[in-house]
Nanobody
Framework: QVQLVESGGGSVQPGGSLRLSCAASGYTGSIYSMGWFRQAPGKERQGVAA???????RVATSVRGRITISMDNAKNTLYLEMRNLKPEDTAMYYC?????????????????????WGQGTQVTVSS
């Protein structure tokens, strides 16, 4: 099973920026997609963005224009650059990987597409 380790979270003021990283290791098979999700206290986990193995990306409408998802295949690392952060972006951010090959890709990405998850990194946006 692939291991995923997120990093880069922290506390920022509104309007600030962060770059989250997700390092994948311990797996020699195919990874069909990797994605970022977030979950605020008392709320459901929601998809933020995903990078698929065909080099396409999917971004939730709610964050489009403020985030960029990218994949460094040489480093097996997924990134999420977030700009103009807002208090409503406050959440635990999780990285996920699909090693099974989900049949359906959605916008925003859906948790059911992924079978491996990291432990999460906290993002807090507050003045």
């Amino acid at each position: 099973q692939v291991q995923l380790v997120e990093s880069g979270g922290g506390s920022v003021q509104p309007g600030g920026s962060l770059r989250l990283s997700c390092a994948a290791s311990g797996y020699t098979g195919s990874i069909y997609s990797m994605g970022w999700f977030r979950q605020a206290p008392g709320k459901e986990r929601q998809g933020v963005a995903a990078a698929d193995s065909d080099d396409s990306t999917r971004v939730a409408t709610s964050v489009r224009g403020r985030i960029t998802i990218s994949m460094d295949n040489a480093k097996n690392t997924l990134y999420l650059e977030m700009r103009n952060l807002k208090p409503e972006d406050t959440a635990m951010y999780y990285c996920a990987a699909d090693t099974r090959g989900a049949q359906r890709r959605r916008i925003p990405p859906h948790p059911s597409e992924y079978n491996a998850w990291g432990q999460g990194t906290q993002v807090t946006v507050s003045s």
